[in-house]
């Protein structure tokens, strides 16, 4: 059974960190490009960034320079480092594995207020 749990969210102010994790299970971790979303309340959900099953990355343009994608293979867990934090990054964050099928987490709340 496959599973993606997330961790890390919270409440934070704006200009703070946070460090999501989200570990894979049921998977061969190393195949899959691994891909965190966020959903904002009344929005759609949106691709913040992405790591190939080769390391490559990209991110929505709004974040570029303040998150990072890293994945640790040998873990099964993938990370987003996220700093700078502003009142628009608050979202509930999804974990997403992708190799022929997606896999989705239950999400980890993110909020940004002063």
């Known amino acids: 059974q496959v599973q993606l749990v997330e961790s890390g969210g919270g409440l934070v102010r704006p200009g703070e960190s946070l460090r999501l994790s989200c570990v894979a299970s049921?998977?061969?971790?190393?195949?899959?490009?691994m891909t965190w979303y966020r959903q904002a309340p009344g929005k759609q959900r949106e691709l913040v960034a992405t790591?190939?099953?080769?390391?490559?990355?990209d991110y929505q343009d709004s974040v570029k320079g303040r998150f990072t994608i890293s994945r640790d293979n040998a873990k099964n867990t993938v990370h987003l480092q996220m700093n700078s934090l502003e009142l628009e990054d608050t979202a509930v964050y999804y974990c997403?594995?992708?190799?022929?099928?997606?896999?989705w987490g239950q999400g980890t709340q993110v909020t940004v207020s002063s």
């Open positions: 790591i190939s099953s080769l390391g490559r990355t």
């Open positions: 997403n594995a992708y190799y022929r099928t997606n896999y």
């Open positions: 049921g998977v061969i971790f190393s195949n899959y490009a």
